[in-house]
C-alpha cells in the first residue's frame, strides 16, 4: 500500500496562500452551488422524498461528470449510492466518503428560515444539511474542482457518496463487499466529525462499535390492581429494573460474564495522547450538567473511557403510568431500550448474545422476555497517531488552520469507517469540519463559513502535494 | 357501644319470604326509580358535570325526604355530601355510606348501549354506575323504604352519600371531624365492595392504607448522546433502575429500614379463617396470567400476603425513548411512579417518610431526587372475624343469600372506611354485592340483578331484627 506520505515533493502543488486566493475567487460560486444543493429535501427518512433523494444523487452525478469523473448509480434506483472515480496512473488512490440525505426538519416552526431555503447570517449558512453532510461534500467537491481546473491534482480519486446514512445506511453496508474493487483505496477520507472544541481542529482516530436492542418483559394478562394484585405477584417493573441493576456492578464496571474477554488494553501512545489532549473538563461537565463519573471512573480517565473503554446504556425504559397524579397498578409488562458501544477487538455478535444471555440469565423465570429491534451495527476501529497517512493529514490541518490538531478516540460510532477501511484496503482520514454549534439534526443547523473554507484549504492542500 | 348482636328477639321483624314478596311487587317501581338515578350523569372528575353532582345530591334529598329522613347537604355547594338521618329512640344506630359520584364514561365508543341510558339486558342492568355505587346506594334505599312503609325499620338510621369518591373525596375527609357528633353511630355499613367469587358472598374485614409519590432523577442538561456521553456520566434511567432494585431484597422483603417496625403479627384467628377460604388459586393464577411468587412468597400464603403484608410497587417508570428503532440517548431524567399499601398498625406518614428517606439515600448523589404528586390516603383497618357485629352480618347474609359467607382481608384500600370507623366510633360493615363481571371504571359497567335483589334482602334482613 502507498501511503500518501510516501509521495515526494517532486510534484508540482498548490500553497495555502494559492489555495485562499482561488477560494476567494471562486466564493460566490462555491456558495451559489452549495445552496442549490441543499435546496434538494433529500430526506431519506421520508418515502415522500424519493425523488428527492434521486435527484441529489442525479444533481451529483451531473456536476462530478463536469468535473471530468466517471460516475455510476450503484444500488438500485431508490437513493441509490453515487459511486465516482478519475484515476491518474501510478498516483495513489483516495475514497472520498459522504452522504447527501439530510434529517427531517421537523420540528419546522423552531427554524428562523425555511431549513430548505439556505440563508446567510454572519458567518453561518443556515439550511437543513448545511453542515450534515452536505457542506462537507461541498467543500470536498469545490476542492476537488479548483485543483482539477489549476491542472494540481496528484491522485486518483474514488468517491462514495450514500444516501440512507441517516437511516441506517443499509443499501451501502449490503453493496459494499461487491464493489471490493471498485472501492479499493490507499485512504479513505471522510469528512463528516466534529472538532472538539471551536479552537481544536480534531482528527478522529477512533470510533466505537455499536449494538442495540429492545427488551419486553410480559406475562400478566394486563395492568392489574396494585391493592388485589400486589405482594401477590411480581411486578414486570420492578422486575425490569432488577434486571437492569445486574447489567453493572457499583463501580461502573459492565457486570456481565466475558463482556471484558476481547477488549485489549489502551495502547501507550494513544494514552499519552489523550494525557495530553488540552480539553477543559470543566466545559464539558457544564455542558452535560453533572460530573464525570459515569462508567469505570476509578480506573479510568474521561478520555480514555470515552475512546476505549465499552459501555451498556439504556437509552430508555417505559411500563405503566407516568402521568399526573396516581394510578394504582401493577403494569402488565415493561420495556427497555438498550445500546452497547463497542471498543477494538469485540467483537459485536458475541457482545449482543452475552447481553441478551445474561438478560434471559438473570430475568424472573415467571415472565416472558423477548428481544426486539436488534441492531448489529458495527465494529470499533482505532488507529495509531503514529500512522504515516495521519502524521501528513495532521500536518496538513495544522498548516491550515494555524492550530496545533487534536487526535480523538470518540464514543460515536460512524459503522460504515471500518467496513470501509476492510473492504478498501484504506487507511481512514476522520478530518470534519462541524462545530458543537451547528444544531445537527436540530433546528436551525448551520455551518461556518470559516469552517467551510477550512476544509476546502485542507483538501485542496492534502491532494495536491 | 350497643352493638347490633345486643338487639333482642322482642322486636317485630320482616321474615326472608315477606321481603323477597314485598320486592316482586315493587320490583317495576324500584328499578326505575334506580334508571332514574342512573340517568343523571354525575361525574365527578369533570367540572362540565358539576351541575349535575348537584342534581343527583338534590335528587337524593328528595327521596330521602319523602321516606321521612332529615336531609342537609355537607360542605359546600359543589359536590356536597349528603348527610340524613332518622332516629328512633333508644335504637342503635347505623350509618350507611355510599357515594353518588361516578366514573367517567370514556371511552364511550366501546358501550353497547348509552352510559346513562340505562338498559336491561338478560339479568343485568347496564349503566355508568350500575354497580359503582348507585346499585348498591339504591337497593340499601328500597329496603330502608320497604321497613319504614311496613313499620319494620327497628334502628336508628344515618346516611352519609359523598360525592367525590371517585376523585379522592377531599371534601368528606376534610369535614369529618367536624361532623363527629352528626355521624356518631354503633356500625357501618359500606356497601361498595365485591365478593370474591360468584358463588362466594363475602364480608370484607380488612383493607390496606395507603401512600404514593411521584419519584424523579434528573441532573442532566438534555438528552444527551449516548456515543459522546455513555461511560462519561452516570445514566439517570440506569440509576432509577438501581435505585428501584434497592426496595425489596431477592427475596421479594421490602429492604426499607424499619419498615416492618410497627407491622404486628398475624391474628391467629385471621390465619385460621384464611386457611379455610375456599379460594381456588389456580383460577386466581390464570386470570393474572402468572405464579403467585411475588412479594414475600417463601414465608406468608398469598393471602396473607393481600390482607396483611405491606407493599412497596411500581405502578409507572419512565426514561428516555421508548418507541420504535433506536435512539441512542443517556436520557436526561428519569421517572417512576411509586404507591405502598399499608398493613394495620402502620403509620401512613411515618411509611411516607422512611421510603423518601431510603430513596434519598440510595441516589446517586450527582443526580437531583424530587419528589410529587405525595398522597398520603390514609391508613389500614382489620377486624376480627368473632366481633358480634360481624358474626350477626354474615349470619344475615348466609341466610338471604344460602351460601357460606367468605371473610376477606383485602389489598385494596377504601381510605374513608378507617376515618369513619374512627370518627362515628362504629364498627364497619363491609358488605358489597359486586362480582368480577361488573366492569367497574370501564365500558359496559353493570349489576346483576339477582345480587341486587341479594342486597336489598340483607339491608332488609339486617335492620328489621
Not at 437511516?167 to 472538532?195: E, F, N, P, Q, Y
Request: with cysteine.
Amino acid at each position: 500500500v502507498v501511503l500518501l506520505c510516501a509521495i515526494t515533493k517532486s510534484q508540482s502543488n498548490m500553497e495555502i496562500s494559492e489555495l485562499k486566493e482561488e477560494f476567494a475567487r471562486n466564493r460566490e460560486a462555491i456558495i451559489s452551488r452549495w445552496m442549490d444543493f441543499l435546496r434538494i429535501p433529500s430526506i431519506s427518512a421520508q418515502p415522500a422524498h424519493d425523488k428527492d433523494c434521486l435527484n441529489a444523487a442525479n444533481w451529483l452525478d451531473s456536476y462530478l461528470s463536469s468535473m471530468g469523473f466517471a460516475v455510476e448509480l450503484l444500488g438500485g434506483t431508490n437513493r441509490p449510492v453515487v459511486f465516482a472515480q478519475r484515476m491518474i496512473p501510478n498516483r495513489p488512490t483516495v475514497l472520498f466518503y459522504g452522504h447527501y440525505d439530510v434529517q427531517p426538519e421537523d420540528p419546522v416552526e423552531l427554524w428562523d428560515s425555511p431549513p430548505f431555503e439556505p440563508q446567510i447570517r454572519g458567518d453561518r449558512l443556515y439550511a437543513r444539511g448545511a453542515n450534515d453532510d452536505k457542506g462537507h461534500v461541498m467543500f470536498v467537491l469545490a476542492a476537488l474542482e479548483a485543483l482539477i481546473k489549476n491542472n494540481q491534482l496528484n491522485y486518483s480519486v474514488k468517491i462514495l457518496i450514500e444516501g440512507e446514512e441517516e437511516t441506517g445506511g443499509k443499501v451501502i453496508a449490503a453493496g459494499l463487499a461487491s464493489w471490493r474493487d471498485k472501492v479499493k483505496a490507499d485512504s479513505v477520507l471522510v469528512c463528516d466529525t466534529m472538532w472538539v472544541a471551536p479552537q481544536l481542529p480534531t482528527i478522529v482516530l477512533g470510533l466505537k462499535g455499536i449494538v442495540a436492542c429492545t427488551v419486553e418483559l410480559s406475562g400478566l394478562t394486563k395492568d392489574l390492581h396494585s391493592g388485589l394484585a400486589g405482594g401477590l405477584v411480581k411486578n414486570p417493573a420492578t422486575e425490569l429494573a432488577r434486571l437492569v441493576a445486574t447489567l453493572h456492578r457499583p463501580s461502573g464496571e459492565i457486570a456481565i460474564q466475558g463482556y471484558y474477554d476481547e477488549v485489549v488494553p489502551i495502547p501507550a501512545d494513544a494514552r499519552e495522547v489523550m494525557r495530553n489532549t488540552p480539553i477543559d473538563l470543566r466545559v464539558v461537565e457544564q455542558a452535560v450538567g453533572v460530573s464525570l463519573t459515569g462508567g469505570e471512573a476509578d480506573k479510568f480517565t474521561p478520555l480514555e473511557r470515552l475512546g476505549f473503554r465499552p459501555t451498556v446504556e439504556v437509552n430508555g425504559i417505559n411500563s405503566g403510568y407516568s402521568g399526573p397524579g396516581t394510578k394504582t397498578i401493577v403494569p402488565s409488562k415493561a420495556l427497555l431500550k438498550l445500546s452497547c458501544r463497542l471498543v477494538p477487538n469485540q467483537n459485536p455478535e458475541k457482545c449482543m448474545k452475552l447481553l441478551q444471555d445474561h438478560l434471559q440469565k438473570y430475568a424472573p423465570p415467571e415472565f416472558k422476555i423477548e428481544f426486539s429491534d436488534i441492531e448489529i451495527a458495527g465494529a470499533a476501529f482505532s488507529l495509531s497517531p503514529s500512522q504515516p497517512a495521519i502524521s501528513r493529514a495532521s500536518k496538513t490541518l495544522a498548516e491550515v488552520t494555524g492550530k496545533p490538531v487534536i487526535h480523538s478516540w470518540q464514543g460515536g460510532s460512524i459503522p460504515i469507517v471500518p467496513q470501509l477501511q476492510q473492504v478498501s484496503g484504506g487507511v481512514p482520514i476522520l478530518a470534519g469540519f462541524g462545530l458543537e454549534q451547528d444544531n445537527l439534526h436540530a433546528p436551525n443547523e448551520s455551518f461556518s463559513l470559516t469552517q467551510f473554507e477550512y476544509g476546502f484549504l485542507f483538501v485542496g492542500r492534502l491532494l495536491s502535494t
